[in-house]
């Protein structure tokens, strides 16, 4: 206080400075300077009393205030922690799809893994790794004495919701990988999914529950919904209703109905826009207990489950093929639609496969280990592979030769039960894959056309963890894989991440895991693309002995030096049908007549490229039936189809042509495979991509394939 210069009739003045941060800071002072003067004036023993008091409360609106707060911060705490364990939960998603994706997943179920074993591994193991960051909430909670958590046993309570809430959340996410093709895009969908249905749904339906919308109806119509579906959405409301409960517990203690109007009293509730409604006993049905959040939780763990045992047991497939029709019978004399169009030696060989019932063919004097049976594959109006037939010898190494897009793979796919068949059937071993994949499996080796390793684990981790798989005795399993890493050459690299590989070490890798436990039928997919010449050699004689001693071999490959030396017998694919079949000698005797003839024109004087025109028109005058097979860059190529023309009269025209057209140099010699296969495959149509597919189509072709 600060004395000033008094104006007016003033006799005496004063200013006061007071703390405006307080309420209370103009009333002391004003009662100081009151006093002052009171004493100044009279004496000392007079003195003035002050009392500050705010105006009366409203208790209604303090009721309301005090309930909207409690809601708030319950929705908050459940918002927060919904959010962060959504971040933890659908990480885990990750994994399954890689192992989709590559196919590591498809080569352990055909080495003998079971749906309830590879599941129940990799559950175990997430939910150990999603447990113990989750017990550090309740940590939290007692470190920072929150009340609402920890008193009265209640972090009994939230161990409870975690845990249930591990099993319900890990088992939707495995659901949900089944709509991925792709480990990082499948990783950010889910994780997307996982705010949508935690956060953003518990935001939606709390801002419903504001009172002043009137929109209460829907809030507990949509609450029913996403508790139904979504473990999320279940997390977050036990954690909020938790909070709010043992605030409005709080609040409404004290409170005597009987003598106050209050919110909390169910009597009173009507003079009120929003009640203090609490449980004593938190695990209540009725709001704000979390009875059937964690209820519905645990069974959607268990709904989710059955789902994926449902996929994984192909129960979608079963019923597809119920639907569609089991396999139909195969009467005597039965040829196929297309005998009259395909080659004379596919037709042979289709009616001699559906001349007979199926299981007739299984008879002691069958000598056949794999038949196909009017196989077909259809993706939307893709067709795939379109009613081949074929049986394939006991001990024979039969090769399957077409463009990327023939139809070779998906043929090895359906085979290996990895897509469902559209319709007809195969056999191998006497066990047909619509019904008994299982048991055609456990008879075959299997490498695929991308390599299927887990690049965390070494090269003689995955022949180990394999050789397992196949039942080979604990005692025999290092030599067992030692040998294989011998032969293969994978030495030098059998204990470096199968992910360092290089491409050709891939595919070795990938043969030795077909080889392992020495099956009686193996399916190679293009097994030597990318290795070195001398470790091709290598694997054709490995392949050779495996032949020789009694093994059955299907092989696809782009190397027709390969097929020659391997195949006992080929079929060309070409859009999804075989075009010819027969012995690799055969394919050239029967397509191969004559010679193929390639030429290099030279340059004229003026250091242009001499005309092929000319050149074109002396070959056809003195060999009618010739046709150019390919003209580019100053190279003709021929094919002289002539059995009859003798090779000397050949090299007498091309040497007089030398000097007279121009010809730099020339080649003669008979039609090889190779290019039997290019006059093949020249009609081979590339498939459309879809780029319009839905994500529902997506999702239910993994669900059923």
Not at 23 to 39: A, E, P, S, V
Not at 412 to 420: E, Q, R, S, Y
Not at 646 to 657: G, I, W
């Amino acid at each position: 206080m600060q004395a000033i210069p008094p104006r007016g009739n003033e006799k005496s003045a004063a200013l006061g400075f007071y703390n405006g941060q307080t309420y209370h800071g103009k009333g002391i002072t004003m009662n100081y300077m009151m006093n002052t003067f009171l004493q100044t004036t009279l004496n000392r023993s007079f003195s003035l009393h002050t009392t500050l008091s705010p105006l009366p409360k409203d208790l209604k609106k303090a009721s309301e205030k005090n309930t909207v707060i409690s809601h708030i911060a319950g929705h908050v705490v459940g918002l927060l922690i919904s959010f962060g364990m959504t971040f933890l939960t659908t990480m885990f998603v990750f994994f399954p799809i890689k192992e989709r994706q590559v196919g590591a997943k498809h080569m352990q179920v055909v080495s003998g893994v079971g749906p309830i074993t590879y599941w129940l591994s990799a559950f175990i193991w997430d939910f150990i790794n999603y447990i113990f960051p989750s017990m550090l909430l309740p940590l939290i909670f007692a470190s920072y004495s929150k009340s609402a958590y920890m008193d009265d046993d209640r972090y009994m309570l939230i161990i409870l919701v975690l845990v249930i809430y591990g099993v319900s959340a890990l088992s939707f996410t495995y659901v949900l990988q089944f709509a991925f093709d792709s480990a990082p895009t499948g990783l950010v969908m889910v994780v997307i999914t996982g705010i949508i249905s935690g956060p953003v749904t518990t935001t939606a339906v709390f801002i419903l529950r504001i009172p002043d919308l009137n929109t209460e109806g829907y809030a507990d119509t949509l609450d029913w919904i996403f508790m139904t579906i979504f473990p999320n959405y279940n997390l977050a409301a036990c954690f909020s209703n938790i909070y709010t409960n043992y605030i409005n517990m709080m609040i409404c203690t004290n409170v005597e109905c009987a003598i106050e109007i209050s919110s909390c009293c169910p009597a009173h509730c009507r003079f009120f826009k929003i009640c203090t409604t609490y449980e004593t006993n938190y695990m209540a049905w009725k709001r704000p207990g979390i009875g059937p959040y964690v209820l519905f939780m645990a069974c959607q763990g268990f709904v989710y489950i059955v789902i994926l045992m449902l996929v994984e047991y192909h129960v979608p497939q079963r019923l597809w093929y119920l639907i569609s029709g089991s396999l139909e019978e195969y009467e005597c004399g039965c040829e196929g639609s297309m005998a009259s169009t395909i080659d004379s030696d596919v037709a042979v060989e289709e009616r001699r496969v559906n001349s007979c019932r199926a299981s007739l063919l299984f008879s002691k004097d069958s000598t056949d280990s794999l038949l196909l049976l009017n196989l077909y594959k259809c993706y939307g109006t893709f067709i795939a592979v379109d009613h081949i037939s074929l049986g394939v010898p006991e001990q024979e190494c039969f090769g399957l030769l077409g463009q990327n897009g023939a139809g070779k793979t998906t043929t090895f796919k359906m085979l290996t039960g990895d897509v469902m068949v559209t319709s007809g059937n195969a056999y191998l071993k006497g066990h047909d894959v619509r019904n008994n994949i299982k048991k055609v499996q456990a008879n075959m080796g299997y490498c695929p056309q991308f390599d299927a390793l887990i690049d965390q684990m070494t090269g003689r981790e995955t022949l180990t963890m394999y050789a397992r798989l196949r039942g080979i005795p604990e005692a025999n399993i290092p030599v067992v894989v030692n040998s294989l890493i011998d032969i293969l050459m994978l030495k030098p690299h059998a204990d470096k991440l199968a992910g360092q590989y290089s491409g050709g070490n891939k595919r070795k890798l990938s043969t030795a895991m077909a080889l392992v436990g020495d099956p009686p039928f193996i399916m190679l997919d293009e097994p030597s693309a990318g290795m070195d010449p001398k470790a091709r050699r290598q694997l054709w004689n490995v392949l050779s002995q495996v032949r020789a001693s009694g093994r059955t071999l299907v092989l696809t490959s782009h190397s027709m030096e390969e097929c020659d030396a391997l195949c006992t017998r080929i079929a060309i694919m070409v859009n999804g049908k075989f075009v010819c079949l027969g012995s690799p000698q055969h394919l050239k005797n029967k397509f191969g007549q004559g010679y193929t003839l390639i030429v290099q024109m030279g340059l004229l004087p003026d250091g242009t490229m001499a005309p092929n025109e000319p050149f074109i028109k002396f070959i056809r005058e003195n060999f009618p039936d010739a046709t150019v097979f390919d003209d580019h860059q100053g190279y003709i190529h021929f094919q002289v189809p002539d059995a009859n023309v003798k090779l000397a009269h050949v090299f007498s025209l091309m040497e007089s042509s030398k000097t007279n057209l121009n010809v730099q140099d020339y080649s003669v010699h008979q039609t090889t495979l190779e290019q039997i296969f290019l006059t093949f495959t020249r009609n081979q149509v590339p498939p459309k991509e879809d780029k319009f597919r839905s994500f529902l189509a997506k999702t239910c072709c993994g669900l059923c394939k």
